[in-house]
């Protein structure tokens, strides 16, 4: 089944390549996108599935053996998060292709979308499976690249202000990573992960942590992790919907994917535990101290998910089997959770004409399919019970409360503060967007308004355009979303196990090194 491996990157590579063909032809686009990302799907849920029970999946491109040549390698943890990412791909491009259907692709023109959206996804699928660092930072600037694009869509000259913003910050953390791949290959001689294992150990202490502290440093950024965060809520919420979601809900998780394998496989132990939980309070704390104090909903968002990176930091610090799959299965509720909510976001911007709290009102009773489905995910997010962001906190508590130690017992006591103050800041929104009163200028409510304040019919429009009627398939893709994370509850118990062997997995280390080196690390 190693012939697998590759396909969720070399698929989107091919759809991007067919779509920038089909231009002019918005339908065989569409089409083709969406056979594209079914298709890695289903690849990457057998990968899951052959991965747990035969150990990591190996495959040398090329031909050529490791170390001189580029492995990808699909364990638990890699698999895991090919199926969630790429399950909320293509959610998310059924989204944006209904969004680019009701306004005439003003949005998201499919000319550009699509092929762009396919080599998104297959950077993200390519720093999952890659098994050397340089190969990992050619995700990451696949993902630079085409990340730029999506978020200048429209070329609006805040949508350029922004994007100028996260390109520079991302060529600087590009550059720490590239710096931090010289002194890794000068000092060992290699960039494979599996025979990294071996000569990083032998390596002097001092030289072990500065390595690591730039590899941290790099991918902190990468994951917008406090105080390295400041650029993402002025950059995410200028997009289009459909791409700040999947921003949210992906990018920034691959920066911490790239955290957790590199802690548990090349620097097992290390001294930069008790920094992972110290930032990893900051990050929960003053994010969502940022979002309480926001007026905007995609602002709001933003602080949330950079307060709830501090959560899968708070698993990677304790350096515990249990914390550590406490983490991996928060991972994968907050890829669907906040993608989720920052596509209702989209839906409320649509039916209320603004995003801004002080504009809205009454969305509770104009659009009660709406409220659903962000009340759901929002209180998902906050972790109430019997959801999965309850379960994914519960492990994370009960893990530091294991250690014991007082950094353990600090993060316990920042997760039980930030949760309940992110659900104040849902509560909230839910109170000025879809309780109150509905605001004079949302669409339909102001005209209505003014003919009851002059007597005189008001104009007659359509529906659809004011925002009326929301696209079929933006509510369908929300609401299958929704589904999917009431699901991870349902699943919770095997998700856990899967969750939990890949932790073992990593910590061990073994089974990693093997796959790549059944004979032994050269």
């Not at 050397?132 to 694009?149: K, M, Q, R, T």
């Not at 659009?367 to 998902?380: E, T």
Request: negative net charge; aromatic residues 8%.
């Amino acid at each position: 089944m190693t012939w697998l491996v590759p396909l969720p990157v070399v698929m989107p590579l091919l759809g991007a390549a067919l779509t920038l063909l089909l231009v002019g032809r918005p339908r065989a686009q569409r089409w083709v996108s969406l056979t594209v990302l079914t298709a890695t799907v289903v690849v990457a849920a057998a990968l899951l599935l052959r991965s747990s029970v035969d150990g990591p999946l190996v495959i040398e491109v090329g031909g050529w053996v490791a170390p001189l040549g580029i492995v990808l390698v699909a364990d638990q943890l890699a698999a895991l998060m090919l199926v969630v990412s790429a399950a909320v791909t293509l959610c998310v491009l059924v989204y944006s292709i209904g969004q680019g259907t009701a306004d005439g692709n003003e949005e998201t023109p499919l000319s550009v979308y699509h092929p762009t959206y396919l080599v998104l996804t297959a950077g993200v699928c390519n720093a999952f499976l890659s098994g050397d660092l340089f190969n990992l930072y050619v995700g990451f600037e696949i993902l630079l690249v085409a990340s730029y694009v999506l978020l200048t869509l429209g070329s609006t000259e805040t949508r350029i202000r922004a994007g100028t913003t996260y390109v520079v910050v991302s060529l600087l953390s590009s550059l720490i990573f590239l710096v931090a791949i010289g002194l890794v290959y000068a000092a060992t001689g290699t960039l494979n992960l599996a025979q990294l294992v071996d000569r990083l150990d032998a390596l002097p202490d001092d030289l072990r942590l500065v390595l690591q502290g730039m590899l941290l440093l790099a991918f902190g950024i990468k994951a917008a992790v406090f105080p390295l965060s400041a650029w993402l809520p002025d950059s995410y919420p200028t997009a289009p919907a459909p791409v700040t979601a999947v921003f949210a809900g992906l990018l920034t998780k691959v920066g911490v994917y790239a955290v957790i394998r590199t802690e548990t496989l090349l620097f097992p132990g290390g001294r930069t535990a008790d920094l992972l939980l110290v930032v990893a309070a900051l990050t929960m704390v003053v994010g969502i101290l940022g979002a309480v104090a926001q007026s905007d909903v995609k602002r709001l968002l933003s602080f949330t998910l950079i307060s709830h990176i501090g959560y899968m930091l708070f698993g990677v610090g304790l350096s515990s089997s249990l914390g550590l799959s406490a983490a991996i299965f928060y991972v994968v509720h907050h890829i669907t959770i906040q993608t989720t909510l920052f596509l209702a976001a989209g839906l409320v911007e649509r039916r209320g004409g603004s995003t801004a709290l002080d504009r809205l009102g009454g969305l509770a009773r104009l659009s009660p399919l709406l409220a659903v489905l962000f009340f759901v995910p929002a209180l998902n997010l906050a972790g109430i019970p019997p959801f999965s962001g309850f379960l994914g906190k519960l492990g994370l508590v009960q893990a530091g409360v294991d250690d014991g130690g007082p950094l353990a017992w600090t993060l316990v006591a920042g997760g039980l503060l930030t949760s309940l103050l992110t659900l104040y800041a849902i509560a909230r929104v839910w109170n000025l967007a879809f309780w109150r009163a509905p605001h004079p200028d949302m669409p339909d409510v102001g005209d209505t308004a003014h003919a009851g304040r002059t007597g005189q019919p008001h104009r007659e429009r359509d529906p659809e355009a004011s925002g009326a009627v929301l696209p079929r398939l933006m509510i369908g893709s929300t609401a299958a979303l929704v589904a999917l994370g009431l699901a991870l509850a349902v699943v919770a118990g095997p998700l856990f196990d899967i969750s939990t062997d890949a932790a073992d997995d990593l910590l061990r280390r073994t089974p990693y090194v093997e796959a790549v080196f059944p004979d032994g690390a050269p």
